[in-house]
C-alpha cells in the first residue's frame, strides 16, 4: 500500500533534481539513486501483486474444484494444490518484501544525498541537520530489515 505513494514521492523528487540541478551537491548520482529507487518499488509492486494470486484459503479452493466439471477432484488433490499455492505465495511475497525494503533504504539514502547542500548553499548547517535526521531514520529502517525474520 505505501509502496506506491513511495514511488510517487520518489518520482517527484527526480524531477526537482533534474529540473534545478544547481541547488543539488551531486545532482546525476542523486537523479540515478532515485530512478533506481522508483523502479525498486515499482518492482515489489509487481511482485506483490503477482504473489497475490496464490493467497487464498483452503475452502475457497474447495469451492473451486467443487466448480470444475464434476467436482469430484479428491481431497488430497486439493490439499496438494493449496500446499503447492501457500509455499508459492510465500516465496513469491518474501521476494516483493525484499525489494520493497530495499527501495525503503533506497529511499531514505536518496532523500539525503539529495539534501546535501552545493558548495553555495545558504542553508547548510540546516540541510546538514536534515541530512542527519532522514540518515537516522534510515539506518533505523535498516536495522529494522535486517534483524526481523523472514515469514517462513
Do not use: C
Request: aromatic residues 14%.
Amino acid at each position: 500500500m505505501a509502496a506506491p505513494l513511495f514511488t510517487a514521492a520518489t518520482l517527484s523528487l527526480a524531477g526537482v533534481v533534474a529540473g534545478a540541478d544547481t541547488e543539488f551537491r551531486w545532482p546525476g548520482p542523486t537523479l540515478v539513486l532515485l530512478v533506481t529507487t522508483a523502479m525498486t518499488l515499482i518492482f515489489s509492486i509487481q511482485l506483490s501483486y503477482n504473489a497475490r494470486d496464490y493467497f487464498y484459503t483452503f475452502q475457497e479452493l474447495q469451492e473451486w474444484f467443487k466448480g470444475q466439471g464434476d467436482g469430484s477432484a479428491p481431497d488430497s488433490h486439493v490439499r496438494e494444490q493449496y500446499r503447492f499455492a501457500q509455499r508459492t505465495w510465500r516465496r513469491r511475497n518474501n521476494v516483493a518484501v525484499a525489494f520493497y525494503d530495499i527501495g525503503t533504504l533506497l529511499l531514505g539514502t536518496g532523500v539525503a544525498v539529495s539534501l546535501v547542500p552545493p558548495d553555495s548553499g545558504k542553508q547548510a548547517l540546516w540541510r546538514w541537520i536534515a541530512v542527519g535526521i532522514v540518515l537516522a531514520g534510515t539506518i533505523a529502517d535498516g536495522v529494522w530489515v535486517f534483524t526481523r525474520k523472514p515469514e517462513p
